[in-house]
């Protein structure tokens, strides 16, 4: 299997918490309707506690395909931003894809799916990376800017929560207990978005979340469906 390894983080740069990132639930247009996200969030100065599936003051606007214990915090790295920044040809701000931990030092997109992140008094587990969906072009002004997300390959990666506790701008960040298996949170949405023939390897990942594993087994029993019924054409 091929995976991504994990790199030294930015010049050496010792990995920190960057910016704090919270937002509610507004109504805005799309399509001639109102919907209710939370995409929009700003930068706060801390510290904010962090329990049950939230970072305090942040709230999700559909529980259904948002939130929850496998996705209560969303991370982002500061250095992605700024990939975006000089993709959009225009300043971004923390907060912007809808992040509520924006990183510095720590390459994100290659962290190991099960790894513990610890800052401040809570520690964190990374859950899943997040797949982009129609909001978040709501958010950027460009309905196709979903598509572009994906194809970038800087997901980020959403996180549970393992002790709660409070974080601050400027904690640092120490990753722990990363899993032998180095599937990364990149890994698995490249499985989704371009190689559905990876799912095999996410199968068996036991910290992976339950609906990317089911989704995996899915997959892999539609190849097999495909592989019989072309052995059976061939006969």
Known sequence: MSKVSREPSPEGRAAEVAYLNIGTPRLVGWRGEQVRTSIWKHSVPGPLRVEGVNLHGDDQADRAVHGGPDKAIYAYALEDLEWWAAELGSTVQPGLVGENLTTRGLRVTDAVVGEHWHLGTAVLQVAQPRIPC??????????????????????????????????????????????????????????????????????????????????????????????????????
């Open 134 to 235: 129609y909001k978040l072009g709501l958010r950027l002004g460009d309905p196709q800017f979903p598509r572009r997300f994906a194809a970038a390959a800087r997901p980020g990666a959403y996180l549970r929560i393992v002790v709660p506790g409070e974080i601050s701008p400027g904690d640092p960040i120490t990753v722990s207990d990363r899993p032998a298996h180095g599937v990364t949170v990149q890994f698995v949405a490249r499985a989704y978005h371009e190689d559905h023939g990876l799912a095999a390897d996410l199968v068996h990942v036991p910290q992976l979340a339950d609906g990317w594993r089911s989704w995996a087994a899915k997959q892999m029993e539609s190849r097999a469906s495909r592989g019989s019924l072309r052995g059976a054409r061939a006969r």
